[in-house]
């Protein structure tokens, strides 16, 4: 996509994924600062946003469909909407996070030739894991007890389900597709 259709489409609001992306990453920073965490059980901390981090991975795939490499541009608006909201360890965790399970995702979604349903699951479930373990152990310094194994599974398994809810829907939209060409 060129500089121009770019600039069009964006500011002519035909990039709802890539707005509800943008507005994601300051959101889940500030709730990760504002909202506090569930005690495990088993011992650490559990933060009800992790759900919601592994959905923005998915919607991140949908925001690249619509504007291409572009969407770096949107992480790093978010990212500085993210430091001006937020506790600073908090969105420095969300940084570094972001940045290296994006890159992973980045690279799966462009470059995997495979059904957009399995691109999806794929890059947001190996995606999902890298992030969860960045912020965990970065964040843990502004939000005690947060970074233990049972918090990083649960942080997993949230982000997982997230990403199993939309590769089940996506999938069945393929599915769908496919036998309304063939008919």
Not at 46 to 55: C, D, Y
Not at 148 to 171: D, E, K, Q, T
Request: charged content about 15%; hydrophobic content about 50%.
């Amino acid at each position: 996509m060129d500089f121009k259709t770019f600039l069009n489409r964006t500011f002519t609001g035909r990039v709802p994924w890539t707005y509800l992306y943008l507005f994601l990453i300051p959101f889940v920073n500030w709730g990760f600062d504002k909202i506090k965490t569930i005690p495990l059980p088993t011992g650490g901390d559990w933060h009800p946003l992790t759900v919601v981090t592994g959905l923005t991975l998915v919607v991140r795939d949908f925001a690249q469909r619509e504007v291409g490499h572009y969407i770096f541009l949107f992480l790093g608006i978010g990212l500085i909407l993210s430091y001006a909201t937020s506790d600073p360890t908090v969105a420095f965790a969300s940084t570094c996070a972001f940045a290296i399970s994006e890159l992973v995702d980045w690279a799966l979604f462009t470059f995997a030739k495979i059904p957009l349903s399995k691109r999806v699951f794929l890059s947001s479930g190996i995606s999902a894991s890298i992030d969860a373990a960045v912020f965990l152990a970065i964040a843990s310094q502004s939000i005690p007890g947060i970074f233990n194994p049972w918090s990083f599974l649960a942080a997993i398994v949230s982000r997982f389900i997230g990403c199993l809810i939309v590769y089940f829907l996506m999938r069945n939209r393929d599915k769908r597709e496919a036998e309304a060409a063939k008919g």
